[in-house]
């Protein structure tokens, strides 16, 4: 056979090359695409009337005891009659009457095992320490828009976020200390930060900046909007050049005020009450209020991703209400330290009042060039946590992660039919 010409080598050269880099390319882009899963299907068997509660409990500001992920490596694994109790659930009506719900769990053995992944050893308290890492998003031009405006405030003290037009998911210690609720859920109210006033839009006047105009704190908001929606994929030249710290304030100007709604019911599982799940209290830090009135607010979508610490970008985002900043809004990100299949730990600067956020990162959808931003978690909060199962406890940021049986249940609480809740 004789040599080949280079007119025809030259051209399946060039298709290989091609082939090459769309192979490589499509590889990038899985990384960055929301991986679908097949979820089980959390059913509902009976539903019982109990008393109403005493509404006694207080709010904790430091959550103690907790078995975290080092003590939870020794526990056995779950069985089904124990997962089904653990998701089983109360609720309790804005009449302060309550009802406790047992389920069946349908589909597990079909749904993939999300990854144990073991990583670094190093922590961070949640106390801040250096230099602050956090934004205050204090001008409604930036805290009403998406999706800073998903963040909602808990009249216990918390923060929570809108995942349906008229659902708001928040961690349980927010409404429920394990063996009571507290005193302030019978009277339970979640505020919705308001839209921009129209009054003043414009000129010099009351309100009013004067057209083209800058107010002081705007340049913060944008630049904690850019880092929120930058999740690593590509860094933007002359970062850090000319630029002062992130822990720059905005300005007080504009800032925000609540329209207060209430609650119509509240759904908290029974594997977060005391003497229940025993080590594994911590995984059901979460529950959903039913608002007596939706909102007019676009809410943040359920996510299941089985690492975070593989992602690219390997970085989370959330936004509540510290208690150090009153009536403001706080957005911060930052990168995980260590997780487990129900747990995070992460480095994100934090206070009171931020407990019961929605954790969200932000991906492509499967087979469009669309990223969405989902939540995969609810910051549980400051925590100090058993490691080795001996008493010693130590202080650790804990966010609960939305696995699959998780995402099942709070996709039923949300539209109240299984059938709809079958892929994440």
Not at 142 to 159: D, H, Q
Not at 201 to 229: L, S, T, V
């Amino acid at each position: 056979m004789g040599p080949i010409p280079l007119c025809v080598l030259l051209p399946v050269t060039v298709l290989a090359v091609v082939l090459a880099v769309a192979a490589e390319e499509n590889a990038v882009d899985d990384e960055y695409t929301w991986p679908q899963w097949k979820v089980p299907l959390v059913r509902q068997r009976h539903t019982v009337p109990l008393s109403s509660p005493n509404f006694s409990a207080h709010p904790q500001a430091q959550l103690s005891g907790t078995c975290g992920i080092e003590c939870q490596r020794r526990l056995p694994a779950s069985s089904l009659d124990d997962l089904e109790q653990f998701l089983s659930y109360e609720t309790v009506y804005e009449n302060g009457t309550r009802t406790f719900t047992s389920v069946s769990v349908q589909g597990l053995n079909e749904v993939a095992s999300l990854s144990q992944n073991v990583s670094s050893r190093s922590r961070q308290k949640r106390e801040v320490y250096g230099t602050d890492t956090r934004f205050t998003i204090s001008d409604k031009q930036f805290s009403t828009k998406y999706p800073f405006s998903t963040s909602v405030k808990i009249s216990t003290g918390c923060s929570g976020v809108l995942v349906s037009p008229k659902h708001v998911l928040t961690a349980a210690h927010c409404i429920h200390d394990g063996k009571d609720y507290l005193d302030g859920v019978q009277k339970l109210r979640v505020g919705i930060l308001k839209e921009k006033s129209r009054r003043g839009k414009g000129g010099k006047g009351r309100g009013g900046r004067g057209k083209g105009k800058r107010r002081k704190g705007d340049k913060d908001e944008e630049e904690a909007q850019e880092k929120e929606g930058d999740d690593g994929k590509g860094d933007r030249k002359g970062k850090g050049k000319g630029r002062k710290s992130r822990s720059r304030r905005s300005a007080e100007s504009g800032k925000p005020s609540f329209r207060w709604t209430g609650v119509k019911k509240t759904q908290v599982p029974k594997g977060w009450f005391k003497g229940v799940s025993e080590g594994l209290t911590a995984d059901y830090d979460y529950a959903v209020l039913e608002l007596k009135k939706a909102p007019k607010v676009k809410y943040m979508d359920l996510g299941v991703i089985p690492s975070v610490k593989k992602l690219p970008a390997g970085r989370i985002h959330f936004s509540g209400f510290d208690d150090d900043r009153p009536g403001n809004l706080v957005y911060r990100f930052c990168s995980v330290s260590d997780e487990s299949k129900d747990l995070l730990y992460q480095y994100c600067d934090a206070k009171p009042g931020s407990s019961g956020s929605g954790i969200y990162i932000r991906l492509k959808e499967p087979g469009k060039k669309k990223w969405t931003r989902k939540i995969i978690g609810v910051f549980s909060g400051h925590q100090w946590v058993d490691v080795n199962g001996n008493g010693m406890q130590q202080d650790y940021n804990v966010a609960v992660r939305i696995t699959p049986l998780k995402y099942a249940q709070i996709c039923y609480w949300i539209h109240g039919d299984s059938s709809l809740c079958k892929v994440a």
